[in-house]
């Protein structure tokens, strides 16, 4: 059973010992008292600093590691949930990772043409942060640049309730629909992932080989 450290400590993806990680989670916490006010300011940096980019690198182990993600200055959503994490247990705030397949009503023809043609997301990335003594879910995936380029509705944190992605964009059509939620996670389930990904793969009739080559394909374009 997980206990709480293992929601505070550092591991190799979740590397919230990274000097970088804890300058940066200082960088935002500063001035700020409680774990709400400064699980708030770690969100909103997440979120519209860090460039929601959904063909960042993904195929490696490294490819996820938060300080990475950081460096790079943008993700998708798992890297950007895993940062947010790293960010919060450097912070002293417990959080942990979290996976939902979700379909995307709003997905580009681009990233459908990648994943298989579908607009299933599987293994969305989400966290969970824990605040006066509650888990609350947080999705930090789509910035604000991103939200007013696309009509996306912005996810708002106050601290004291769940922030999941939208039902619906700005105009009330269909965005983000929850199917299936694979919980959440102390650490960065890597094999999970890759094995998860692999039946899902095999199920839609295509090769592993196939879809990784054109998953980098894309990702090189």
């Not at 182990?61 to 790293?86: I, N, Y």
């Not at 996306?152 to 039902?167: M, R």
């Not at 199920?203 to 090189?220: L, P």
């Amino acid at each position: 059973m997980n206990t709480m450290h293992e929601y505070v400590a550092a591991t190799e993806v979740i590397d919230s010992d990274e000097p970088s990680i804890r300058e940066k989670a200082l960088e935002i916490t500063r001035g700020l008292d409680s774990a709400k006010e400064k699980a708030i300011a770690i969100f909103y940096a997440v979120r519209d600093e860090i460039r929601h980019n959904p063909y960042a690198p993904a195929q490696a182990l490294e490819d996820h590691k938060a300080s990475v993600t950081l460096a790079r200055g943008s993700g998708q959503c798992q890297h950007k949930s895993a940062l947010l994490v790293a960010l919060c247990r450097a912070a002293g705030i417990p959080a942990r990772v979290g996976y939902v397949d979700v379909r995307d009503h709003q997905l580009s023809d681009k990233f459908r043409n990648m994943i298989g043609g579908d607009n299933l997301l599987i293994q969305h990335g989400y966290a969970e942060v824990y605040v006066d003594g509650k888990w609350l879910h947080v999705s930090p995936a789509y910035g604000r640049e991103t939200c007013e380029k696309s009509g996306f509705v912005p996810v708002e944190f106050d601290g004291e309730h769940d922030a999941k992605d939208s039902l619906l964009d700005v105009e009330g059509r269909p965005h983000m629909e929850h199917v299936k939620d694979h919980g959440t996670f102390a650490d960065f389930p890597w094999d999970f992932i890759v094995e998860y990904r692999k039946q899902w793969v095999a199920g839609i009739g295509r090769g592993w080989d196939e879809y990784r080559q054109n998953v980098r394909e894309h990702n090189a374009e």
